[in-house]
Nanobody
Framework: QVQLVESGGGLVQAGGSLRLSCAARGRTFSSYSMAWFRRAPGKERDFVAVTEWRDNTYYADSVKGRFTISRDNTKNTVYLQMNILKPEDTAVYYC?????????????????WGQGTQVTVSS
């Protein structure tokens, strides 16, 4: 079992920044690909970014150049630095963990999910 706890969401104005954190408890963190997904109101859950267990990273086109995913295996934590936020980034953001998942851009690849953290970007 892997337990994931997100934090760092909140309300920010367009153009601002937020950093999300996801702390993992359980199995060997370094063997897990860690991803962020988001669900906007009335929409499906979409892929945002992933840091693979082999340290490759991938981003959705909508966030490339603005968001950065990183991980600290010594702290069992993955981060999502979000810059130049836009109102369309408003969503509940979910952290996900999958054992040796690659490339990890599909939600069905993940077994473990956090409870989500709300990000609201005002215009």
């Amino acid at each position: 079992q892997v337990q994931l706890v997100e934090s760092g969401g909140g309300l920010v104005q367009a153009g601002g920044s937020l950093r999300l954190s996801c702390a993992a408890r359980g199995r060997t963190f370094s063997s897990y690909s860690m991803a962020w997904f988001r669900r906007a109101p009335g929409k499906e859950r979409d892929f945002v970014a992933v840091t693979e267990w082999r340290d490759n990273t991938y981003y959705a086109d909508s966030v490339k150049g603005r968001f950065t995913i990183s991980r600290d295996n010594t702290k069992n934590t993955v981060y999502l630095q979000m810059n130049i936020l836009k109102p369309e980034d408003t969503a509940v953001y979910y952290c996900a963990a999958g054992y040796k998942v690659s490339p990890g851009t599909l939600s069905g690849e993940y077994v473990y999910w956090g409870q989500g953290t709300q990000v609201t970007v005002s215009s």
